[in-house]
C-alpha cells in the first residue's frame, strides 16, 4: 500500500511540475494530464495515474479557448437575419450538426464560427465541435 502510494505521489508531482516547461500551446494538454493523473491515481494506484494522466491531456487539449484574435473577429461580425436555429444543446464540447454551414476565420482557419440558436459559436471546423460560445 505504501509503495503504491509513493508511486502515485511520485507521478502526480512529476506532472504537477511539468507546466514550467510547456508552451502557451499545450497548457490545457498539460493541466488536463496533471489533474486526470492525480485523479487516476486516487482512484487506481500507478496504473491509474497513467491512464488518468494520458486521457486528462487529451481532454485538456480538445477544449482549449481560441486566441483572442479568433473570438475579436468573431464578436465583431454582423449576426445575419436569418440565423440557424438547432435543436440540440449548444455547448463546448459537442459537436454541431453538419447541416450547419461554418465560417472560416481568414487568419486562422484550423477555427469557423457560426451564428446558431441567436448565439456567436466558434468551432473547430475538422470536427464541428464547439470551442467556445459567445454571448
Excluded: F
Aim: hydrophobic fraction near 45%; aromatic fraction near 2%; glycine fraction near 10%.
Amino acid at each position: 500500500m505504501k509503495l503504491n502510494l509513493l508511486a502515485s505521489a511520485t507521478i502526480a508531482a512529476a506532472l504537477l511540475t511539468s507546466p514550467v516547461m510547456a508552451d502557451d500551446d499545450n497548457d490545457g494538454a498539460v493541466t488536463g494530464a496533471a489533474g486526470g493523473a492525480v485523479t487516476g491515481a486516487v482512484v487506481g494506484g500507478p496504473v491509474g495515474a497513467a491512464v488518468g494522466g494520458v486521457v486528462g491531456a487529451i481532454a485538456g487539449t480538445a477544449l482549449d479557448p481560441p486566441p483572442r484574435k479568433v473570438v475579436t473577429y468573431v464578436e465583431q461580425q454582423p449576426i445575419p437575419s436569418d440565423t440557424i436555429v438547432v435543436e440540440e444543446v449548444v455547448e463546448v464540447g459537442k459537436p454541431l450538426p453538419k447541416t450547419v454551414v461554418l465560417t472560416p476565420i481568414p487568419e486562422d482557419p484550423t477555427y469557423a464560427y457560426a451564428v446558431v440558436n441567436k448565439q456567436r459559436v466558434i468551432v473547430d471546423p475538422s470536427t464541428y465541435t464547439v470551442v467556445q460560445v459567445l454571448n
